[in-house]
């Protein structure tokens, strides 16, 4: 493969959660993303999955710079993404939001939304603006009349076409997909999802896609990586994860997908219990207090994610050998 357009090493997130002691340290600490790394290459869509609470979203807003890393490097384009100025990050990289109801000023119509990302940059004259925002709200689906008019007026597909709109107005490289069609009606994310592959292949765009929904990650996806209590457990292209998933988690994921057919059933069932909390995460392997193979190395010793076949990495101490 090519050079990666952006390289995530080692990435940690940690809150200070709790109240200051008497001597003003802080004594608890949150382990939001706890040891992330992973590679994005240009013109791949990268995916991202795992229930709540797992750090994807908290990964997604650290690329974009709305969360400053506790430690650990992002690379965009070969270089240290602190170094870009916030204006050139906000250029070559662009996030969409999970909800599009609080995402949009509702003070805004849908014509300065666009356009505002343009103002901001310095982009063109006020009719060269317009009319890129009308060529904008065109590619996502938008009428010409819809320009002047505020989000309060649009439904949830509507306004989230606008989100897509205003996260490429830059004609940016990367764009961060948050959950971009968890809030939508499941008729309606068919279309959204369509609308983005349209407009990865009409803007050469590459994305990172988070999603708690193994299926829709399915249909966009070329690389996958499967995060619990912030870190990465498997990680794997999409034939590999899906047709031989290896850790515990992964495959618990794809046994409570729900199958369309009322002549089999689906697996559920096999996870019990809740994800830990971060505040005080399992030691030794994060996942060992909800999988049915654990033993007593796997409280012991955290496994590091490896390799187990080209392009199939793996963080279980079990991996290779043969699991009941
Ligand atoms: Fe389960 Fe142990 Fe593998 Fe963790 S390392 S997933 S606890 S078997």
Redesign the pocket.
């Known amino acids: 493969m090519s050079e990666p357009l952006l390289s995530v090493k080692d990435l940690k997130i940690h809150y200070a959660v709790k109240s200051k002691n008497r001597l003003g340290n802080a004594v608890a600490y949150s382990k939001a993303v706890d040891g992330v790394s992973f590679d994005v290459y240009k013109g791949e869509t990268f995916g991202v999955v795992g229930e709540s609470g797992c750090g994807k979203s908290t990964t997604g807003k650290a690329i974009v710079r709305l969360l400053e890393p506790t430690s650990g490097d992002i690379l965009f384009d070969g270089v240290p993404s602190h170094t870009y100025s916030r204006k050139e990050l906000a250029r070559r990289v662009q996030i969409i939001f999970q909800d599009p109801y609080s995402s949009l000023d509702p003070r805004m119509t849908v014509g300065r939304c666009i356009e505002e990302p343009l103002l901001v940059h310095g982009i063109g004259t006020r009719a060269e603006r317009r009319s890129r925002a009308l060529q904008l709200m065109a590619d996502v689906g938008l009428r010409e009349d819809q320009y002047t008019r505020f989000p309060h007026e649009f439904s949830g597909g509507q306004r989230q076409r606008i989100g897509v709109a205003r996260a490429i107005a830059l004609q940016p490289e990367l764009v961060v997909c948050d959950e971009p069609v968890s809030a939508l009606d499941v008729s309606i994310q068919a279309q959204i999802l369509n609308l983005m592959q349209d407009l990865q292949k009409k803007y050469s765009l590459t994305y990172i896609f988070i999603s708690h929904n193994l299926s829709v990650v399915k249909h966009l996806c070329d690389r996958i990586a499967v995060m619990y209590l912030g870190h990465i457990?498997e990680l794997a292209d999409k034939k590999g994860l899906f047709e031989m998933p290896s850790?515990?988690?992964t495959k618990a994921l794809l046994a409570a997908i729900p199958i369309a057919d009322p002549d089999v059933e689906s697996m559920t069932g096999e996870l019990s219990g809740d994800v830990p909390s971060p505040l005080n995460p399992p030691a030794?392997?994060?996942?060992?207090?909800?999988?049915?193979?654990?033993?007593e190395?796997?409280?012991a010793?955290?496994?590091q994610l490896r390799e187990i076949s080209p392009g199939h990495s793996v963080?279980?101490?079990?991996?290779g050998a043969a699991?009941p």
């Open positions: 457990v850790h515990p988690y030794g392997c994060c996942f060992h207090t909800r999988c049915p193979y654990a033993t190395r796997c409280v010793e955290a496994p963080a279980c101490h079990l991996c699991q």
